[in-house]
């Protein structure tokens, strides 16, 4: 979809990927999808969980700078409501 120029649904199928990943403990792969994701357009409440899946990747391998800044973006973005906020 991303190469031909179809910017929304290249980014639900990076972010379903990055949460496959991320769920099957393959950190590196979520980050690369997440930012793709990110790179197709994502907005508001799907950054946040992108962002969330990224903070949890870089918190285990303990790249604590970057789990801390992605950890506050997350924060921003997501419903103080959703469990994902917690990390």
């Not at 990943?21 to 907005?43: I, P, Q, T, V, W």
């Not at 285990?60 to 419903?79: H, I, K, P, S, V």
Request: with cysteine; glycine share 10%.
């Amino acid at each position: 979809y991303e190469l031909g120029g179809d910017r929304e649904r290249a980014c639900r199928w990076y972010a379903a990927a990055a949460a496959h990943a991320h769920e099957a403990d393959d950190f590196a792969s979520a980050n690369g999808y997440a930012e793709k994701a990110l790179a197709s357009g994502a907005e508001g409440a799907d950054v946040g969980k992108l962002r969330f899946m990224q903070a949890s990747g870089c918190l285990w391998a303990g790249n604590l700078d970057d789990a801390l800044r992605f950890g506050r973006e997350a924060m921003t973005l997501l419903d103080p409501s959703d469990s994902t906020w917690f990390i």
